[in-house]
């Protein structure tokens, strides 16, 4: 079992910036991927940006450029910063965990994200 707490959500101006932030606790395997999803409203949840132990990454075109992921192997945690957001930023979003030994997935609970215009 993996637990996953975000945090850092909030409401910003359009072209204002936040900091997701994403720890993990709990059996953590030392070969996974982290990182990112979102769901806004009456929406399906789409990939944002995720990065494997070996720090490759795979980025939603909608946000390269303007949306980084780091992560810290040792602290088990990932990180987000969303630069340069608009209004179709507004969601939430989802801490996620996946290594070979699960067939699914680990989610956080979520944290909204709300980008005003």
């Known amino acids: 079992q993996v637990q996953l707490v975000e945090s850092g959500g909030g409401l910003v101006q359009a072209g204002g910036s936040l900091r997701l932030s994403c720890a993990a606790s709990g059996s953590i395997s030392s070969i996974n991927t982290m990182g990112w999803y979102r769901q806004a409203p009456a929406k399906q949840r789409e990939l944002v940006a995720v990065m494997s132990r070996s720090r490759s990454t795979n980025y939603a075109d909608s946000v390269k450029g303007r949306f980084t992921i780091s992560r810290d192997n040792a602290k088990n945690t990932v990180d987000l910063q969303m630069n340069s957001l608009n209004p179709e930023a507004t969601a939430v979003y989802y801490c996620?965990?996946?290594?070979?030994?699960?067939?699914?997935?680990?989610w956080g609970q979520g944290t909204p994200v709300t980008v005003s215009s």
């Open positions: 996620y965990y996946r290594d070979s030994s699960r067939s699914t997935p680990s």
